[in-house]
């Protein structure tokens, strides 16, 4: 690679190990977060821009509302009469059209049917927003929802709302209607009662602003119901009473929290000092709390996700939030080889009686790179390379720093030193020969990162594609170390889905661990690294099956029934969303889980909610 690519800043990041946690952004504040949820009441005016603002959040028009309220004054029970019957009146069951299949992809062109095409053609501003609403709309429908959510979550929540977010607005939906399902049967006062219950429990476990929201919109749920193909279904007078009861103590509360000292960093989650997750081998164990795994995220499928520790503020809060609130383990692999590489996994494991794979890799430069330490000053102190890059230092880069180090004579300037010191860590150059450095080749990257010799090499694959996937892979000795109590549970061989899969970090983990791979349903969008993972495959004559999908967002609930019907379903779902929206080195994009990559991870997340579902009613 050339000096102008490798410096450029269109480079593929990922390493965020010279980054300082505290320089990350931080996000807007849990007060202004909150402040939404409690409506003062100063003053009438105020009183009233209140009362338009709450049922703006209920997902109703601005000029309804205006016209409710200057009917009915500040009567709020007869403001929300108003608005339910001009909802009414407006939406027409024969506007509405039944979408078959929500999770096939041909759906997304098909998404805006639901509206009646006379409006579309009349309604400008709708014209202009068609095409950011189809994009959003079709996002939401490849991750399995069905289409009249998505529409209804966007038209309550505004276009503009973090896909995150909508998400969560659908699963506050979702859960709603679950309830009224579950308690269908019991009497009124049974199901008041069992509605208390749930909403105190909710508010007994939830701190997060992002909680909070969801609670809220959990009762607007149980308020004014969710909009089915038919017509949105409302509840009684003597229902809404209740649950406004219920809104204004949850308000009071609210207000009580705001008032209290708040720790700004709530949704952070802190990395611990050293890395070494929940024990890693020759190092003291860590003071470990007491892990908790809900009940229904134990067991089989196991699932495994990893993905670099360093990201922006809130990230890892929001995907241990998505999987069940599971606290990530942050492992730096500095502790299994030479070369330091911070990642956090959450994960579903036990983490009791795991076993090092053997022969133990090397640990320091010298011992990886023996043909280094006759070259190396003594003024160069490593002892570990950091993260392995998707990338090289150029050829002009080691020719400066050539000159500077001849140009100084047998001792460099203290500047000099510094420079030099500083370029090697940031790409991992070592010392070749007399003032020369160079980086890594790629078969030193494949030993450093635990895959066997030439894994990337030849076949069609040119060095610069070596580097990238190598950087992109999981460290194996790390993941095996991780997996390795999968091998008394499945002696007989394992199941895998291996989401992501790359250049099969995962597989070849759990091979060098003993554990036959009898099925290995593969998902990577990468020819190069799909090639490679094929070619591994063979030549270490494989008994099980290989199946390759190419695009985790067209991967269906029907593509995954047929493949567990064949080999009766998968005992690991594994893999690492891209992380380049999140990693420390990416200065242009990294805007966390909103970045057109690393939104990925909600994919990730919705074939794990599937395939337990569907292992579930098996």
């Not at 038919?230 to 609210?254: A, H, I, T």
């Not at 030193?417 to 070592?430: R, S």
Request: hydrophobic content about 35%.
């Amino acid at each position: 690679m050339d000096s102008s690519s490798i410096e450029s800043n269109s480079i593929e990041w990922n390493t965020e190990d010279e980054l300082d946690v505290d320089n990350i952004s931080s996000s807007s504040s849990h007060q202004d977060q909150i402040a939404d949820f409690a409506p003062s009441s100063s003053s009438c005016n105020c009183r009233g821009s209140n009362t338009i603002h709450q049922f703006l959040q209920m997902g109703f028009s601005k000029e309804m509302v205006i016209k409710a309220v200057k009917e009915n004054g500040q009567n709020e029970g007869a403001v929300l009469d108003a608005l339910l019957a001009y909802k009414t009146f407006e939406e027409s069951p024969e506007d509405e059209h039944v979408l078959d299949d929500p999770c096939h992809a041909e759906l997304a062109s098909n998404v805006l049917d639901v509206y009646p095409d006379k409006e579309i053609c009349e309604n400008e501003e709708f014209k202009n927003l068609s095409t950011e609403k189809d994009r959003t709309v079709s996002l939401l429908v490849e991750m399995g929802y069905q289409a009249e959510e998505a529409l209804a979550a966007i038209d309550r929540c505004s276009l503009d709302t973090p896909i995150a977010e909508l998400v969560e607005f659908i699963s506050a939906a979702q859960f709603a209607y679950h309830t009224d399902a579950q308690l269908g049967e019991l009497s009124y006062d049974n199901k008041i009662h069992q509605h208390q219950k749930v909403c105190v429990l909710f508010l007994s476990e939830l701190t997060c602003s992002s909680d909070l929201r969801f609670l809220n919109q959990l009762y607007t749920m149980f308020l004014i119901g969710f909009p089915k193909l038919n017509g949105p279904v409302y509840m009684s007078k003597k229902k809404r009473k209740f649950y406004d009861n219920e809104m204004r103590k949850l308000q009071k509360q609210r207000k009580y929290l705001e008032k209290q000292p708040m720790d700004h960093d709530n949704e952070i989650v802190h990395l611990p000092n050293p890395m070494v997750g929940f024990g890693v081998p020759n190092q003291p164990s860590p003071v470990l709390f007491q892990r908790r795994i809900p009940d229904e995220a134990e067991g089989r499928p196991y699932f495994y996700f990893e993905n670099v520790a360093l990201a922006p503020k809130g990230v890892w809060h929001t995907m241990s939030r998505f999987l069940y609130y599971i606290d990530p383990e942050f492992v730096d692999s500095k502790f299994f080889c030479a070369a330091a590489r911070k990642r956090g996994y959450i994960h579903n494991l036990p983490i009791e009686n795991r076993s090092q794979l053997l022969p133990t890799p090397p640990s320091t430069i010298h011992e990886a790179l023996p043909h280094t330490k006759q070259y190396w000053p003594s003024w160069d102190k490593r002892m570990q390379l950091n993260c392995i890059l998707t990338c090289i230092g150029s050829a002009k880069l080691t020719d400066r720093i050539k000159k500077a180090v001849e140009k100084s004579g047998d001792e460099p300037l203290p500047g000099v030193k510094k420079y030099v010191i500083q370029q090697c860590k940031k790409w991992n150059l070592i010392w070749v020969g007399k003032n020369k450095v160079a980086p890594l080749e790629p078969h030193e990257m494949e030993m450093l990162m635990g895959f066997p010799p030439n894994h990337t090499r030849g076949g069609g694959i040119s060095r610069t594609e070596q580097y990238t996937v190598l950087g992109n892979a999981f460290q194996v000795d790390t993941v095996a170390y991780h997996l390795s109590v999968l091998k008394r549970m499945f002696p007989d061989g394992i199941s895998v889905l291996s989401l992501f899969s790359g250049i099969g970090g995962a597989e070849v983990a759990l091979h060098r661990l003993g554990i036959p791979l009898r099925n290995v349903v593969s998902v990577e969008i990468s020819e190069t690294c799909r090639k490679i993972l094929q070619s591994w495959w063979d030549e270490t004559n494989q008994q099980g099956k290989l199946i390759h999908f190419h695009d985790i967002r067209m991967v269906t609930a029907h593509e995954l029934e047929k493949c567990m019907s064949t080999f009766g379903g998968f005992d690991l779902i594994i893999g690492g969303s891209p992380c380049n929206n999140l990693a420390g080195g990416n200065r242009s994009t990294r805007n966390g889980l909103e970045g057109s990559k690393s939104c990925l991870f909600f994919e990730y997340y919705r074939i794990i909610e599937l395939v337990r579902s569907m292992m579930r009613h098996r």
